[in-house]
């Protein structure tokens, strides 16, 4: 796809506005439809179609394996720690009223919150490595140096 112009400009210029929808869903999650799993899926999706155009080395050089490492584990610290936070102010496991005590009502918005961000940075994490450990190696170049050395 490298050679159709088309494809370029669209991916390039719908990127942006994948991203802006995607973190829409993510901030009204617990309003309406969507949240963390839905917004990390959009977010991984603006990439991976950024990758289809342009080759997973292009999209390897934007978002490296070290980025979306730091990032699943970030996700998961942070789902994990709001837990674990709850559980250290007496509470169980996610028992978001640990966050406000005096207004437990007040305390459900931030917990959520945080989880749903949690949630969304580890599915885009995974989902873009996933990607990434499917198209290393694959592009055509690659396969005339394997082929050389044959």
Known sequence: MKDNV??????????PFMLIF????Q??????PGGGFQSGVM????FIVYGMVFGGHEMRRIVPRWVTDIAAGLGVLIYAGTGVYCMLMGYEFLDYTAIMPGNPGGGAPWGMTSVEYGVGITVAAVMITVFNEITEGTA???????MEKQ
């Open 6 to 15: 088309l494809m370029r400009i669209a991916a390039r210029w719908n990127m």
């Open 22 to 25: 995607a973190l829409y869903t």
């Open 27 to 32: 901030t009204h999650g617990e309003l309406g």
């Open 43 to 46: 977010i991984a999706a603006a």
């Open 140 to 146: 055509p170049e690659d396969s005339t140096i394997i």
